[in-house]
């Protein structure tokens, strides 16, 4: 039951961030250069996993997962598909966005959750490290 859970808020996770990845216009984060597919992508994942969860198996059973386990649960579910959605994103958008955020002269870094409207979550700590070795300099 509790793979079950996870799995379940894994792969549903996974479809909100591409969905609020479209919204918020976070391209670093999108699996998918057609906004149509992404949202076609993120709902078949949301319900896809919430209708795998509930015709598996009998869930009206007791079973051994407290309110704090079932929260750890959610939290590191959530967290292992962000980061899966990072890396994912990342390699998928490796090709197309080969050059770091490097801006011209004279303009800013982007900062935070700015950086991946532009580019990838890898690409932002690349783009983060030669703009700290460039301040040391």
Not at 52 to 61: A, L, Y
Not at 71 to 78: C, H
Request: positive net charge.
């Amino acid at each position: 039951m509790t793979l079950d859970y996870f799995i379940l808020v894994f792969i549903s996770s996974l479809g909100v961030y591409q969905i609020a990845a479209i919204h918020a216009k976070l391209d670093g984060l999108c699996f998918f250069r057609h906004p149509v597919v992404q949202y076609i992508f993120g709902i078949l994942a949301i319900i896809g996993a919430f209708g795998w969860f509930f015709t598996s198996t009998d869930r009206n059973i007791h079973t051994s997962v407290e309110g704090s386990q079932q929260l750890g649960l959610f939290l590191g579910s959530i967290i292992a598909s962000y980061v899966f959605t990072a890396i994912l994103s990342s390699i998928m958008q490796a090709k197309v966005n080969s050059k770091g955020g490097s801006p011209r002269e004279g303009k800013q870094y982007d900062m935070g959750m700015e950086t991946l409207k532009k580019t990838t979550v890898f690409g932002g700590i690349m783009s983060s490290l030669r703009k700290e070795r460039k301040d040391k300099v």
